[in-house]
């Protein structure tokens, strides 16, 4: 797989960081536990990167690996950890002596989906205590409907910074006035702890690309309400991407242009909050 695509027009600032990708390296090396013969190299996307002008990144675990980090832990290794962290899908039964393994390597959280493997949003505050004294944060996404509003109570007493990953995956057509959304929203308000990632805004519009207008509104309430816990992800290689044609990672960013006008502003969501969240920056 090569990166083929346009340059950006918005010139990201210096230790701009994308907070959520994945690695699915060769078969023969890193073998999966499901059938997904995707293939999305190391290469192709430093060069993505470098294209898109963005100096860091957090390689979040593909759940095609199961609990298999390799491929993460391979990737940040290779890129250094002075401009790479990962986010790791991890077994409810993990020890603390695989978990300080995880974050010598540059683990920085654990992700999870609700998908296919163990854990579920509905798991965060038990995975909160495991990874608490590592300083971690913890990522969420959970396709059971209402998630949020059933999960606030919870999330309010999290010990560990929260993300709410890909806009809380509200529900489209309900944009900024629905229930879901407006929990989200309320999270963020009160509560420190609490954080909120551009990220996946495909799966977020009906509109698409390149403009993805529908998503717009909705990073704007987010980014007003509390701009210092907002950040952003260009999840390559764009999976499940629905519409056609192929994704072009230049237009998760050009919309900030938009979405976000004030460079002090976009500068912390792109820079300043990763570097501070993922601990690149003291």
Known sequence: MTDKGRKPKLIAPPKSCDTH????????Q?????????????EAYRSMLTRLGIERCVVVHSSAYGFDNSVTLDAIAQIGQDRARGMAVIPSDISKEELQILHAGGMRGVRVSGHSTDLSAFDADKIAAQI???????????????????????????????????????????????????????????????????????????TGPPDYVDVGDRVRVLTQTRPNRIIWGVNWPHPHFKFNGVAESAD????????????TTRKLVLADNPGRLYGFDP
């Open 21 to 28: 990708s994945h690695i699915y390296g060769p078969l023969d």
């Open 132 to 206: 608490a004294d590592l300083g971690w944060a913890l990522q969420l996404q959970e396709p059971t409907p209402g998630w949020v509003q059933k999960i606030s109570p919870m999330v309010k007493n999290l010990p560990i910074p929260t993300i709410f990953d890909h806009l809380g995956t509200s529900p489209i057509n309900e944009n900024t006035t629905g229930k879901e959304f407006r929990a989200l929203v309320k999270l963020l308000e009160d509560n420190d702890h609490v954080w909120v990632k551009i990220a996946a805004i495909y799966s977020n519009s009906n």
């Open 30 to 42: 890193f073998p999966r536990t499901n059938s997904s013969t995707r293939l999305a190299t190391l």
């Open 252 to 263: 998760v960013l050009d919309p900030l242009l938009d979405w976000i006008p004030e460079e």
